[in-house]
């Protein structure tokens, strides 16, 4: 499915419902017209799994809206590949905003890019609905197009570091200087310190591939709990190096480090790390078992971290873009499609989808999640856990 999902990051993805044309009777709609959206996120690179997980879950809902038959017109995603990184995101975001016929965009998946490109996308008047760029700062930069379906590393970290507070004394936390990593990691640290928490700091690059000197300084610490700020292949590497260094304190990382890379990289020294996550598992939950089922009907694998969240994002633009069709009688315009998704008060399958005034979503739930034999399982909310 890897494989298949970036061999396809330069295409237009129609969806199988699309090929015919849709007959839908959608007010103001027109079904010989055909409408894009545009979706960036990382389909290569070292985090390219995260990014297809959303490109997967924005694909089914493409998918779905075609085959449904009543959005009045064609509905295509052009997908652009920022392999999540803020120096390839200018050049992805780009070809979105050159192509006028896309009217907005699902992303970008990461916070970095966001912070790249979030004031280009503005000046367009470019609307965006991120599934997983959490950066706190990213609402308050003057990206003012940009909205997002997930709680911010704010929150995350906060409620997570309220959670190891209530637990240890000493705290480890680490960072991968990155705009996600080290943004999570400073509120952890700052949660952390105003707890009476004793922390030691230190940041590690992102592209580090031997953790051994840092989980030696780990352990020697004799610090009760680690916290690793960064992205799911590297905090594999880091939890081998731990394991390998004898660390047993708690291991935790945020919504960054949760995913299928990371068990199967870590594999069994990543058994009993925790993740906190404003995310849902679709595998469990009631309100995603029919997105969880067409996921793996279509994709041949459950969906996985952030699947979720992107199908949401994706839900929300369609139906902006439709009512946008329907108020501007068939004629639709970037800025048209702003305006509505600054409306929009829908249920979706993790949250309710509406956003405040800044894009931030109105309802913001962060779980806790945990590896046990191989596998990441929910434990509930973090604000619920003793």
């Not at 390219?48 to 924005?58: K, P, R, Y």
């Not at 004793?198 to 916290?227: H, M």
């Not at 793996?296 to 969906?303: D, R």
Request: net charge neutral; charged share 20%.
């Amino acid at each position: 499915m890897a494989l298949s999902a970036c061999s396809n990051s330069s295409d237009d993805n129609e969806g199988p419902g699309l090929p015919g044309g849709s007959t839908g009777n959608n007010p103001g709609g027109n079904a010989s017209k055909t409408y894009k959206i545009g979706w960036q996120g990382p389909l290569s690179g070292d985090n390219q799994q995260l990014g297809i997980n959303e490109a997967n879950g924005s694909r089914l809902a493409v998918k779905e809206a075609n085959d449904k038959g009543d959005l009045g017109f064609k509905l295509v995603m052009v997908e652009s590949d920022d392999v999540g990184t803020a120096d390839k995101a200018p050049a992805a975001a780009a070809k979105l905003l050159q192509d006028a016929d896309i009217l907005g965009v699902v992303g970008p998946a990461f916070s970095g890019p966001t912070s790249a490109t979030g004031k280009t996308y503005a000046a367009a008047n470019m609307g965006l609905i991120s599934g997983s760029a959490t950066n706190a700062t990213l609402t308050s930069s003057g990206f003012t197009t940009f909205h997002r379906v997930v709680p911010t590393d704010g929150v995350e970290g906060t409620q997570l570091a309220e959670w190891l507070a209530k637990k240890f004394k000493t705290v480890f936390v680490v960072d991968d200087t990155s705009t996600y990593g080290k943004g999570v990691a400073d509120v952890v640290r700052k949660t952390l310190t105003e707890k009476g928490v004793k922390i030691t700091n230190q940041g590690v690059a992102a592209n580090t591939q031997d953790y051994g000197a840092i989980a030696q300084r780990v352990t020697q610490s004799k610090a009760e709990a680690l916290f690793y700020g960064g992205y799911d292949a590297q905090s594999a590497l880091f939890a081998k190096a731990l394991a390998a260094s004898g660390y047993k304190g708690l291991k935790m990382t945020g919504n960054g480090g949760k995913s299928s890379v990371f068990t199967s990289g870590a594999g069994a020294a990543g058994n009993g790390w925790y993740f906190a996550c404003g995310c849902q598992d679709a595998t469990t939950a009631p309100e995603s078992k029919a997105f969880a089922e067409a996921y793996e009907k279509m994709f041949n694998t459950p969906p996985s971290t952030y699947s979720p969240e992107s199908y949401d994002a994706t839900n929300a633009l369609i139906a902006a873009l439709k009512a946008a069709v329907k108020t501007t009688n068939g004629n639709p315009t970037r800025k048209s499609v702003v305006e509505e998704i600054d409306k929009l008060d829908i249920p979706g399958i993790t949250t309710q989808l509406k956003f405040a005034d800044n894009g931030e979503v109105a309802n913001a739930t962060v779980n806790l999640y945990t590896q046990k034999d191989g596998k990441i399982v929910m434990l509930g909310k973090m604000q619920d856990q003793a």
